[in-house]
Structure formats: structure tokens, C-alpha cells
């Protein structure tokens, strides 16, 4: 199967961001990352949930500070890639 690659992304050079999609159980990454991240799990075989702990704990804090906080707008900072997960539109409405 022949994998779709956006321009400027080498298919053969693995991404960390990629690495972590794949943990969080994502669909944009490449079998050089599939293959890191299998290789990465058998040195530290908890990566996978430790990735999953942290997206959970971002939403958490991500949804304490716009939800109790009111906070607002937010800058994001990250590599580009809408890993899994992340980048989803929620609205939280501030009780009044």
C-alpha cells in the first residue's frame, strides 16, 4: 500500500510528533515511525500509556482553565501536527 505523502514530509526520516501519534493510536504516521515507536516500547514499555496519561492530563487543564478559569484564548505551541486527539472544537460555556 502505497502511503500519501504531504509535500515537504520525508517518509523515510522518522518524526518524534509522528512517533507520538502513533502511540495515542493516531493514523498520521509512517512505518518508520510505527517502527521507532515498537523498538522505543521495548525499552520503556509504558510509553504508550505515559503518551496517553499526558493528552488526558493537557485536556484536563485545557478544560479547567477555559471552564473554571476563563480563560479564553489560547496559543498553542506544539510541532505542527494535529496528533490524535488534539485540535478538537470544544466549546465550554462559563456558567453566568
Same mark, same amino acid.
Given at each position: ?16 510528533? =509522528? ?11 509512517? *512505518?518508520? *515511525?510505527? =517502527? &521507532? +515507536? *515498537?523498538? /522505543? $516500547?521495548?525499552? +520503556?514499555?509504558? /510509553? =504508550?500509556?505515559?503518551?496517553? +496519561?499526558? @493528552?488526558?492530563? $493537557?485536556? @484536563?487543564? &485545557?478544560?479547567?482553565? /477555559? +471552564? ?6 489560547? $496559543? ?17 460555556? =462559563?456558567?453566568?
Amino acid at each position: 500500500m502505497q502511503e500519501w505523502v504531504p509535500p515537504g514530509v520525508g517518509p523515510t526520516k522518522p518524526s518524534i510528533a =509522528r512517533v507520538y501519534d502513533y502511540f495515542l493510536g493516531g493514523k498520521d504516521n509512517f *512505518e518508520v *515511525e510505527r =517502527r &521507532v +515507536a *515498537e523498538e /522505543a $516500547l521495548k525499552i +520503556a514499555p509504558d /510509553a =504508550r500509556e505515559a503518551g496517553r +496519561a499526558n @493528552r488526558a492530563f $493537557l485536556r @484536563r487543564a &485545557v478544560h479547567h482553565m /477555559a +471552564a473554571e478559569a476563563g480563560i479564553r484564548q489560547f $496559543l498553542d505551541l506544539g510541532s505542527g501536527l494535529l496528533t490524535q486527539g488534539n485540535h478538537e472544537r470544544r466549546h465550554h460555556r =462559563r456558567p453566568r
